[in-house]
């Protein structure tokens, strides 16, 4: 059995895309997808999960995941939207 000392620690963010529209909230995105299925536009979905070790400070693993998602998400959203548009 692993030693759980050295377990490495994470700082996780989830975030809901639906048909393009972002949020965090676990409850407004099941929201979101509701009412686009009852306006017969789909629920077009996907759950971007972005993770970094947590290190001694949970400020500068924050930092990481924000410069990665605001170097990287314009090409997450764009294959998200590409992948809807395939259907």
Known sequence: MADQTSAKRLVVWQIYWINGILTTNDYLAKV???????VGRGDDS???VVSTPKGDQIA???TVLESFLSINFSAIDGLLHDARKSK
Not at 32 to 38: E, T, V
Request: net charge neutral.
């Open 32 to 38: 979101y997808s509701a009412i686009y299925r009852l």
């Open 46 to 48: 996907a759950v971007i």
């Open 60 to 62: 500068g693993a924050e």
